[in-house]
Nanobody, 122 residues
């Protein structure tokens, strides 16, 4: 599985950006996709996640500003980021986990993209 992010860039406070994550390879059913971000000197944090059929979940810091969606027919996930703040500056990573059925049960396998940089100036 390969994950490729696009859409990052530089914007001013209050601006908007739309990130895209395109997944390819052997994508299995019941997978979960998510966006994470990592600011300089800080730990990677979850921005939001979405399953194939469920509603998205958001971190409190982005709720009401970011909109997460996915197109299962294209194996693509989107992150619409509005009202951006300098604190949103980070490298944004696409993440996917999917279940692999084995005799003993189910293993979850994780995949990461290489990230796309978002810079918000004040």
């Amino acid at each position: 599985v390969q994950l490729v992010e696009s859409g990052g860039g530089s914007v001013q406070r209050g601006g908007s950006l739309r990130l895209t994550c395109a997944a390819s390879g052997r994508i299995l059913s019941d997978n979960v996709m998510a966006w994470y971000r990592q600011a300089p000197g800080r730990q990677r944090e979850l921005v939001g996640s979405i399953s194939e059929t469920g509603s998205p979940n958001y971190a409190e810091s982005v709720k009401d500003r970011f909109i997460l969606s996915r197109d299962n027919t294209k194996n693509t996930m989107y992150l619409q980021m509005n009202s951006l703040k300098p604190d949103d500056t980070a490298v944004y990573y696409c993440y996917l986990k999917q279940p692999v059925r084995i005799i003993e049960g189910t293993n979850w396998v994780d995949y990461w993209g290489k990230g796309t940089l978002v810079t918000v100036s004040s």
